[in-house]
């Protein structure tokens, strides 16, 4: 939906490698652990089946 709508910078990509400059941020649900790099431009979530990586919004987003 969000990269449908053009809301994402980037394309949204299901499995990638952990960059080297990613630090865990300390927040996480479930099996679902936060990593940004320095830029923020990206963020990584670590999930148990791997890394998914989630572009910056090209806008803001807010909900309803």
Do not use: I, N
Not at 12 to 21: D, L
Not at 42 to 52: D, F, I
């Amino acid at each position: 939906m969000l990269a449908r709508d053009g809301l994402l910078s980037a394309p949204y990509r299901k499995q990638v490698r952990m960059p080297a400059g990613a630090r865990d941020t300390g927040y996480h649900y479930r099996d679902r652990h936060l990593w940004l790099t320095e830029d923020r431009d990206t963020a990584y979530v670590r999930t148990s089946s791997g890394v998914e990586a989630w572009p910056r919004a090209a806008r803001e987003v807010a909900c309803k």
